[in-house]
Nanobody, 121 residues
Framework: QVQLVESGGGLVQAGGSLRLSCAAS????????MGWYLQAPGKQRELVAA???????NYADFVKGRFTISRDTAKNTVYLQMNSLKPEDTAVYYC???????????????WGQGTQVTVSS
């Protein structure tokens, strides 16, 4: 089994910064997508930022210019640098990898346990 271990969440004042990290415990044969989602109380989980299979990045409109996703493929790790944080960014942030662990199988989604980000006004 693959575990995605997240770190870096916490409490920060509006305008501050946080950096989230997510490390996969095992490597993948191929990765279709690698990124971050958030889920605010009472709302559905939604995409924040992600790498696609060809390495391009997608960002939600509400984080463009403030958040930056990066990765270290050798370490199976993805990062999310969050700057100029706003109270409305408060949510649980989840790491996601959609990939293939065993040759011949279809891609599967793997999720981290979630890390709380709270931005105070």
């Amino acid at each position: 089994q693959v575990q995605l271990v997240e770190s870096g969440g916490g409490l920060v004042q509006a305008g501050g910064s946080l950096r989230l990290s997510c490390a996969a415990s095992r490597s993948f044969r191929s990765i279709d997508a690698m990124g971050w989602y958030l889920q605010a109380p009472g709302k559905q989980r939604e995409l924040v930022a992600a790498f696609t299979r060809d390495g391009t990045t997608n960002y939600a409109d509400f984080v463009k210019g403030r958040f930056t996703i990066s990765r270290d493929t050798a370490k199976n790790t993805v990062y999310l640098q969050m700057n100029s944080l706003k109270p409305e960014d408060t949510a649980v942030y989840y790491c996601n990898i959609r990939g293939v662990r065993v040759l011949g199988l279809a891609p599967s989604d793997y999720w981290g346990q979630g890390t709380q980000v709270t931005v105070s006004s």
